[in-house]
């Protein structure tokens, strides 16, 4: 009798136990339902993973509060809160949270009032259904007995040291590729929805920080550098340097316009412009970009392309950091944000060597100082002043943002008040076109109309852009007038929303969510436009990407070129576009920007160095 009852006792020790499993995998199950169907495109064995990841974070909780049910009551709040949270950020900027989000909250805050957060009903149900749940716990009772917390803190500690083991297991390649979780990071939403959201936030967890790449040294990168001190002829490749049969280029090429002296050099990255007939065929009831259009057509002294860049519908500052620095997010974790990561202290940039040329730096901004940690990092970059929102007194305004038409303006009024004699380099980023875009307002009345589409947001984003537009016409008129030699470079930073690119792409026989490969390098590509009001050679179509494009502005401007731009502009012979989502080839092919030899090496190297190590062995 007494081993039955003994045998009974472990039955229902087992059962309950069992039980007791059941809400943190549920919890897990209802997380995934915000954005996706779980049970149909979560491979098993990440299923599997992602209930443990949950079962094991249950227990810590049940150590540290020694009741079950309050830490499933944690637990679950913490699974419903970051749902909603990763549902929202997919809906507004088509990716998913990733690790380093955390560290852009304010960024976030700051212009999450343009954005509708009205729920839609995947959402109401699962918020629904995790509250019931959460409240249909009140029945359990369990409790760990009377050790105290201090004596709870042992198998607390011990689970913490199983997850912590279990998160480095998975961030394992070759654990990964045994157990088919997806890895690549070029495809955020495919891992999500194959991998599931907990396991893929832990994945990523490994690329907080930047291993240093293979045979680095501090010195090996300065000897690089001094092979291109001086310009390098077109015709000598890296390759000729890393057999050490290169010799120093006694032509210097990049100075061909150096008889027309410093010209001052106005820059303009546009917030979500871009031209999305790069996605297909579609009508407007009228042209949304007339001036830019007319620019491509071969206009006088005007370099025309498309723009690869390495964002899109979000991370603005990722395209900037490209084109200021010249180092390419190829290198770093995908949705990273350098700006806030890795960016701590002075670091050489397009800003501070214009500024040790002689010119006056400024950077202009019509939004709060704070977005990316823009008032630290210009500074460090070598900008002597930073304008924000607060200083453009009298400006004008479309939607809730400072108009393109105002930034033209501050930068005229930027130019008219520099000091005499001295060349200005102004980098504007707007903010007029910034997402969301299906509200309405009382300035603003979208004008323009896509045949076959009914959308606020789609008609709203291409009369902005007809703004945008405008604005740049207003700009080059302008300082066509002036007598200082003056560039003018104007380009977007990444394209919209999936909101504004959907109906396009369904127009052309294409999923948003589904896209291959090569429909989706469509989504990381923008117009950019290099103009002068003096000679410099025309060119259409001359396709680039944002780590190329300062260098390749001086360059075309007659401006002298540093070290590390006489490298870029090297390599751009032998790779002409390098971004997170591409690498092409001279001969048109791609191949992954992660190799691990030959010139990409030496970038990857130089990057570094730049990125961490310059400021401590410069002493600058």
């Known amino acids: 009798m007494s081993q039955k009852k003994t045998l009974s006792k472990y039955t229902k020790y087992v059962m309950w136990g069992t039980v007791a499993l059941i809400p943190p995998a549920a919890f897990f199950y209802l997380l995934e339902f915000y954005t996706h169907n779980p049970f149909a495109e979560v491979r098993p064995w990440a299923q599997l993973f992602n209930i443990v990841l949950f079962e094991l974070l249950a227990g810590i909780f049940l150590c540290i509060t020694g ?121 955020p939403v495919f891992m999500t929805q194959v991998d599931g959201i907990p396991v893929t936030f832990v994945m990523n967890l490994a690329y907080m920080s930047i291993e240093k790449p293979q045979k680095y040294s501090v010195g090996e990168a300065k000897e690089f550098l001094k092979k291109y001190e001086e310009p390098q002829e077109t015709e000598e490749s890296i390759d000729a340097i890393l057999e050490e049969e290169g010799k120093d280029a006694s032509d210097d090429t990049s100075q061909s316009g150096a008889d027309t002296g ?106 709060y100082a704070t977005g990316w940690n823009r008032d630290k990092v210009y500074p460090w970059l070598g900008f002597e002043q930073s304008i924000f929102k607060d200083q453009y007194y009298g400006a004008r305004f479309v939607r809730d943002y400072v108009s393109d038409a105002s930034c033209a303006d501050k930068i005229i009024q930027l130019y008219e008040q520099k000091e005499e004699g001295r060349p200005l380099f102004v980098f504007n980023v707007t903010m007029q076109n910034h997402g969301g875009y299906d509200q309405t307002y009382t300035n603003f009345s979208p004008g323009i109309s896509v045949d076959g589409v009914n959308s606020i947001s789609v008609s709203q984003y291409f009369s902005l852009i007809k703004l945008s537009d405008q604005a740049l016409e207003q700009l080059i008129d302008y300082f066509s007038g002036v007598d200082e030699q003056t560039v003018i470079v104007f380009f977007g930073d990444h394209q919209p929303s999936d909101t504004v690119a959907a109906p396009i792409l369904a127009m052309n026989g294409m999923q948003w969510n589904a896209l291959d490969e090569e429909q989706q390098k469509l989504r990381y590509q923008v117009p950019y436009v290099i103009w002068a009001n003096y000679d410099i050679d025309e060119e259409q179509n001359a396709d680039t990407s944002a780590n190329y494009l300062g260098a390749e502005v001086l360059k075309r401007a007659g401006v002298p070129t540093d070290a590390y731009q006489n490298f870029l502009l090297t390599l751009k012979e032998s790779y002409p576009v390098i971004s997170a989502v591409r690498t092409v080839e001279a001969d048109g092919s791609e191949t992954p920007a992660k190799e691990e030899h030959g010139e990409m090496d030496i970038y990857r190297k130089l990057q570094y160095y730049f990125m961490f190590d310059w400021e401590e062995e410069s002493g600058e």
């Open 262 to 367: 410093m010209p001052n050099i106005i820059v303009v990255m546009n917030e979500s412009f871009s031209d999305l007939s790069v996605l297909g065929d579609f009508k407007t009831n009228e042209d949304y970009m007339p001036f830019l259009h007319s620019l491509q057509q071969g206009a006088e002294n005007t370099v025309t392309g498309m723009l690869n860049v390495s964002v899109c519908g979000g991370n603005t500052a990722d395209t900037e950091y490209e084109f200021l620095t010249g180092n390419t997010m190829a290198f770093l974790p995908q949705g990273s944000i350098p700006y806030q990561q890795y960016v701590s202290g002075e670091r050489p940039s397009l800003a501070s060597y214009l500024q040790s040329l002689g010119y006056e730096t400024v950077a202009t901004h019509p939004y």
């Open 67 to 187: 009741r079950l049910r309050a830490a499933y009551r944690i637990e679950g709040t913490a699974a419903l809160v970051f749902g909603l949270a990763n549902a929202y950020v997919v809906r507004f900027r088509t990716n998913p949270l990733v690790p380093w989000d955390i560290l852009s909250w304010r960024t976030a805050v700051s212009v999450s009032g343009n954005y509708d957060f009205t729920p839609d009903t995947r959402m109401i149900v699962v918020t629904i259904l995790f509250l019931a749940l959460i409240i249909g716990l009140q029945p359990v009772k369990f409790k760990i007995g009377r050790p105290g917390f201090f004596k709870r803190c042992l198998p607390g500690v011990v689970l913490g040291a199983v997850l912590v083991m279990f998160a480095g297991t998975l961030q394992q390649e070759n654990f990964q590729n045994e157990h088919r979780l997806y890895n690549k990071l070029f495809t």
